[in-house]
């Protein structure tokens, strides 16, 4: 089948771009709140902070996206347990760990500092 928008297909590199800051704000935000809520959970704050900043830079992306896949995903896990599958907060961290997996598949993108080899 035809693309029958061909003409942005120059744009496909800004796609990891626009996927990795979207998840650097929300991890910071993430840090932030629970450096906020919880002053005994300070060092699980600082990772997340720290994955957001990574992410946001565009520095050591894959890897931020390995400890996000981790934290995620046991995040997913204790969601799961706690309610149905595929309900509304379950929902949200799945789509996270989907852009955290691409992001890890893919690389930086544009505008970063993480170089392809």
Do not use: C
């Amino acid at each position: 089948m035809l693309n029958p928008f061909p003409e942005l297909l120059y744009l496909t590199p800004l796609a990891p771009f626009l996927l990795r800051v979207l998840l650097g704000i929300t991890f910071m935000y993430f840090g932030y709140e629970r450096l906020a809520k919880s002053k005994t959970e300070k060092s699980l704050a600082a990772v997340k902070i720290l994955v957001g900043i990574l992410f946001v830079i565009g520095l050591y992306t894959q890897v931020a996206s390995l400890l996000a896949l981790l934290i995620l995903g046991f995040r997913l896990v204790q969601k799961i347990r706690h309610k149905a599958f595929l309900s509304a907060g379950v929902n949200y961290y799945l789509i996270l760990f989907v852009i955290a997996l691409s992001l890890l598949f893919t690389g930086a993108g544009t505008w970063a500092f993480d170089l392809p080899l």
